[in-house]
């Protein structure tokens, strides 16, 4: 899926920072049909870039990654305060959970994560951005 890929009926916008292009493809293609904006980025340095340039409703965001950790996301929470956060790892353990929810993380996930899930907390955080029509 290409960068800023948009489906013109929708006001939401997606972050999704994720190092792992199949991963990062998987979640765009997951999100973009619910009808919401998809940004990407590969990076935590781009992420924050993207944050700045467009403000996200939501970000999406795998914990390691270059540029990436607990710091990345406090400095995400600075850049894009009230944007809820939706933080992925695959080396998480009961500490990093605490410290990314201590920091303002709305929803924590360990990979492999089940994608019924994660939409579900996707479509609550998001709720009336996603203008109703959600399938």
Known sequence: MAQGMTQGR???????????????????DELYDLGVSI???ADGDEALRSVLDTRPS????????????????SRLRTFAP????????????SKTK??????GVEAYFDKPVRLSDLMGAVRRLLGPALDGEIH
């Open 58 to 73: 939501l970000i999406l965001t795998d914990l390691r990654m270059p540029a990436g950790g607990l710091d990345y996301i």
């Open 39 to 41: 940004r990407e980025a």
């Open 82 to 93: 009230g944007v809820p956060i939706v933080l992925l790892t695959s080396f998480g353990d």
């Open 10 to 28: 929708k006001s939401a916008v997606i972050l999704i920072a994720e190092d792992d292009r199949e991963m990062r493809s998987l979640l765009c």
């Open 98 to 103: 605490a410290d990314a929810l201590a920091i």
